[in-house]
């Protein structure tokens, strides 16, 4: 059984930034595909950044050069840095991991509030 634990979430104004963090805790598996979504109040959970393992990375448009994705093999951990912050980027953070198994797992989420 795979957990995964997230920090970082807070609250921030405009203009600053956040990073979150999401580390990986079981045994027996190996990470393939690291993502982050985010769900706003009222609105569905939307894909905001992936990383492979090979390093490849690919975020949503809203977060195009403000947002960056990375991951520590070694550590089992991941990370979101988040800058240039806006107050439609306030949402409830969650990371995901998919195994070389085709397993995919949560992360309980975060919470990030970006005040005006």
């Known amino acids: 059984q795979v957990r995964l634990v997230e920090f970082g979430g807070g609250l921030v104004q405009a203009g600053g930034s956040l990073r979150l963090s999401c580390a990986a805790f079981g045994s027996g598996f190996s990470i393939k595909t690291v993502a982050w979504y985010r769900q706003a109040p009222g609105n569905e959970r939307e894909l905001v950044a992936t990383i492979t393992g090979d390093g490849s990375t690919n975020y949503a448009d809203s977060v195009k050069g403000r947002f960056t994705i990375s991951r520590d093999n070694a550590r089992l951990t991941m990370f979101l840095q988040m800058n240039s912050l806006k107050p439609d980027d306030t949402g409830v953070y969650y990371c995901?991991?998919?195994?070389?198994?085709?397993?995919?797992?949560w992360g309980q989420g975060t919470q990030v509030t970006v005040s005006s």
């Open positions: 995901n991991i998919d195994t070389v198994d085709l397993l995919t797992y």
